[in-house]
């Protein structure tokens, strides 16, 4: 047997456990328990499991990057959904947008448009499009731990002030079945009431967000009505997110970014 199909195996075993030993495991996969210590000493070092005295647990979830290092992981998809994203903002609109790495650099392009009042939880954003030839409403509220980004109570019952044309969010992951998702509770909050006071909510998610879920959910799917993502999203993400009646917009697919 392969090292990763015994990896696979061992992953396996521990979805099912939790926690296993290695003498289980040497006994299961028919070999010694120094070829079990590596194939474990392998999975830690990718951050798969923990070992443990005599085996191995499941390692706690972890939290996410920190904010500055994320809005650098996928940049040019980010850069390519931003470019799409404000193409499908007329002028003369009123939009919210929430606050993530992929909203900050969604930003950029949106200082290229004029005649556009953007309500913004995000100082990054705020910030961005300061001076610039249209309104920009910063929303008060309690400053997050890791995000630029106001959030809490005070926040969310400023959002209920508002009415909107269009919502964009950009959640961490988005299922074509099980909708969108946000790791942080306060954050899923901020984008579900800036939702309710926009007609149409539009997502945006990198390919490599698709089919992922995380901790807290925002939205339904059938509450997405335009989901904008880059090149690289699969055939297979493609087909599913549109038989949930998700309309997808790629830089790839114009004539489905009405």
Request: hydrophobic content about 45%.
């Amino acid at each position: 047997m392969w090292a990763k199909e015994r990896h696979q195996r061992i992953l396996s075993m521990l979805a099912a456990k939790q926690q296993v030993s290695a003498n289980d495991l040497a006994e299961m996969l028919k070999v010694s328990r120094e070829t079990v210590r590596r194939d474990l000493v392998d999975l830690e070092e990718t951050g798969q499991v923990n070992r443990v005295h005599g085996g191995a647990i499941l390692p706690e979830p972890r939290s996410e990057q920190p904010f500055r290092k994320r809005i650098s992981a996928q940049l040019r998809a980010k850069s390519e959904i931003a470019r799409k994203a404000a193409g499908l903002i007329q002028p003369g609109q009123t939009i919210l947008v929430d606050a993530g790495t992929t909203t900050a650099i969604f930003a950029r392009e949106l200082a290229k448009l004029s005649g556009v009042s953007v309500i913004t939880n995000s100082l990054d954003v705020a910030t961005t499009l300061q001076g610039a030839s249209r309104e920009v409403l910063l929303l008060g509220g309690r400053m997050a731990a890791d995000v630029p980004a106001t959030v809490g109570e005070l926040t969310l019952s400023e959002i209920r002030r508002f009415s909107a044309d269009l919502c964009f969010s950009a959640p961490v992951a988005v299922h074509p079945t099980k909708g969108a998702f946000f790791y942080d509770l306060q954050e899923a909050e901020i984008a579900i009431a800036m939702a309710e006071q926009a007609p149409r909510s539009i997502l945006l998610a990198d390919h490599s967000k698709l089919g992922e879920t995380s901790r807290v959910r925002s939205w339904e799917p059938g509450e997405i009505d335009v989901l904008v993502t880059n090149r690289a999203v699969t055939s297979e993400n493609l087909v599913a997110f549109r038989q949930a009646g998700v309309q997808v917009a790629t830089m790839d697919h114009h004539r489905h970014s009405a």
